[in-house]
């Protein structure tokens, strides 16, 4: 319903926009009409959340001019329940919708993502978290305007090493899915920002990953990483580091030049020895001095 808008004939407010026909219809007089400058945001910026979807339309699809989909779902809100999306499939036609920037598939049943997501080249934000999904395929790599990938809450086992073509990348979000390893070519993610892998099953980090200059936050928490790349020091713009719960036996001696560290989370890391894990608990001060008193090794 748009309450600015009023039926051209009958008068009443209780007007509202046909997704599929884009025209403005009367719910009194079934009167249809379009008022470009109303129908815009419409037209261009799709917000069907609980639009009681198990698809995504057809007509959707052929829109090469959709700038924003938000399909998402939000199946705890009361409102929304009797109305909530339950999606089950991405077509290999959403290759046509050349002109999307932003897609949101929250909380659908989608258990694959279609190769042809490659061709939607003006994407900026991909948020397909709480799905079924369990590989991504390689031609996501080629979304070089990409800044948002949201993947958490998914049943991922890794992500392809052409995840690295994604060099606009700020926001790389895949926590509570089942990685095992992160391909080395994260670090070619030059603009990442944020990285956050929380509840995986990550044994270790590529090397790769410190040369991430413009990271801020790193969250890895409830993984399984016994030992943290020797040069984590490079990453001198890092703000938060959390790697609560994992199976760290040493840290590396170059972690206390994180200058800008202002959050380390270490605790559940009852294993540590070098330093100490009653040490490190104690915060980033305590360690460099816990590393200060060692001899410096060649
Ligand atoms: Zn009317």
Request: proline fraction near 6%; glycine fraction near 4%.
């Amino acid at each position: 319903m748009s309450p600015q808008l009023t039926c051209e004939t009958c008068g009443s407010f209780f007007v509202y926009w046909s997704f599929e026909d884009e025209t403005f219809v009367c719910d009194k007089c079934n009167h249809r009409f379009y008022y470009e400058e109303l129908a815009k945001e419409y037209k261009y910026f799709l917000d069907l959340v609980d639009f009681r979807l198990l698809e995504i339309p057809d007509y959707i699809y052929d829109r090469s001019y959709i700038k924003k989909l938000d399909v998402s779902a939000e199946p705890y809100d009361s409102h929304h329940a009797p109305f909530v999306n339950r999606i089950t499939a991405i077509s290999p036609k959403i290759g046509q919708m050349t002109g999307l920037e932003e897609l949101d598939l929250t909380y659908n049943a989608i258990k694959e993502v279609p190769p042809e997501i490659g061709q939607c080249r003006q994407l900026r934000d991909l948020v397909l978290r709480k799905n079924y999904i369990t590989t991504i395929p390689a031609e996501l790599g080629k979304l070089k305007k990409l800044e948002m990938l949201c993947l958490n809450n998914n049943f991922i086992k890794e992500l392809p090493p052409q995840i690295g073509g994604l060099t606009g990348l700020v926001y790389l979000i895949v926590d509570f899915n089942r990685i095992t390893h992160l391909p080395k070519e994260t670090g070619k993610l030059r603009k990442l920002e944020v990285m956050s892998a929380d509840q995986n099953e990550l044994h270790e980090l590529p090397a790769e990953i410190c040369t991430l200059k413009k990271l801020r936050q790193l969250r890895l928490r409830n993984n399984r990483l016994t030992y943290l790349p020797e040069d984590i020091g490079l990453l001198t713009n890092l703000e938060k580091l959390d790697l609560e719960n994992n199976e760290l036996k040493t840290l590396p001696r170059s972690i206390t030049n994180l200058a800008k560290l202002e959050e380390l989370r270490i605790s559940g890391n009852t294993g540590l020895v070098s330093p100490p894990y009653k040490v490190a608990q104690l915060g980033m001060d305590a360690i460099r001095e816990w590393f200060g008193q060692l001899p410096e090794l060649a």
